[in-house]
């Protein structure tokens, strides 16, 4: 037992040294933010087309509404670069001054336009409008152009995030830092789509306008925690 006293208070001793070592060194922890953003033009021309129509009898009603698509469908099914799809379509009744009984039927359906060739488009809306009328019309960037200028931000974001945290260690006075966590992400999620009202009076005089899509914006999120190395 003499023998081993030595080693034993040793070993003590070197295990007493190392909270003093750690000491030396301490870490403040801070959470940072950095954006990367740029203007994107849209891409892509979204446009709403309805029928609507009344009639006493619903059956004849609805055999007109479907004579009235069909032509609408089979007519943009050739123009080329438009994607055509089918809207919504509902029908209800028409009740008379006290409400109390039905006199007719109403019935709406839509079809839905979207290109990338805005004058095609437009040309094919003015045509269509012979027999329809205008629900809407709006733009979008299509996902290729979407992601192309996100992976584009991303280095953008982390020299951002990184010229942020070093300016954030010298104000401490610190001497380092090392990243904890960081995240990338598109700004609060993606934006709606900037939704454009159309008169129809105007779409009448002017089936073929001149069409400004417009921009949009796209941004990058670096979100992350660093701890500042301080003496």
């Known amino acids: 037992?003499?023998?081993?006293?030595?080693?034993?208070?040793?070993?003590?001793?070197?295990i007493a040294c190392?909270?003093?070592?750690?000491?030396?060194?301490?870490?403040?922890?801070?959470?940072?933010?950095?954006?990367?953003?740029?203007?994107?033009?849209?891409?892509?021309?979204?446009?709403?087309?309805?029928?609507?129509?009344?009639h006493q009898d619903p059956a004849q009603l609805a055999a007109q509404t479907t004579e009235a698509m069909n032509?609408?469908?089979?007519?943009?099914?050739?123009?080329?670069?438009?994607?055509?799809?089918?809207?919504?379509?509902?029908?209800?009744p028409v009740y008379e001054e006290k409400g109390q009984q039905i006199t007719a039927w109403r019935e709406r359906a839509e079809l839905r336009l979207e290109s990338g060739d805005f004058t095609a488009l437009s040309k094919l809306t003015g045509d269509l409008m012979q027999d329809l009328k205008m629900g809407g019309m709006h733009f979008s960037v299509s996902d290729a152009i979407r992601k192309q200028n996100e992976d584009a931000l991303l280095k953008d974001a982390v020299t951002a995030f990184r010229?942020?945290?070093?300016?954030?260690?010298?104000a401490l006075g610190g001497s380092n830092y090392r990243i904890v966590t960081l995240n990338l992400g598109s700004g609060g999620g993606y934006q709606p789509e900037m939704m454009r009202s159309v008169s129809m009076k105007s779409m009448d005089a002017m089936p073929?306008?001149?069409?400004?899509?417009?921009?949009?914006?796209?941004?990058?999120?670096?979100?992350?925690?660093?701890e500042v190395q301080t003496r």
Not at 71 to 85: E, M
């Open 208 to 226: 073929t306008p001149d069409i400004e899509a417009g921009t949009r914006q796209i941004s990058i999120n670096a979100d992350g925690v660093i």
């Open 18 to 54: 190392l909270p003093a070592v750690a000491d030396e060194q301490h870490y403040n922890q801070i959470s940072l933010r950095a954006e990367a953003s740029s203007e994107v033009a849209h891409d892509r021309m979204h446009v709403t087309l309805y029928s609507e129509a009344q």
């Open 1 to 14: 037992m003499f023998v081993s006293a030595p080693r034993s208070l040793a070993l003590l001793a070197c």
């Open 163 to 170: 010229a942020r945290a070093q300016l954030a260690t010298e």
């Open 71 to 92: 032509r609408a469908l089979q007519r943009a099914r050739q123009a080329k670069g438009v994607v055509v799809s089918q809207g919504s379509r509902s029908s209800y």
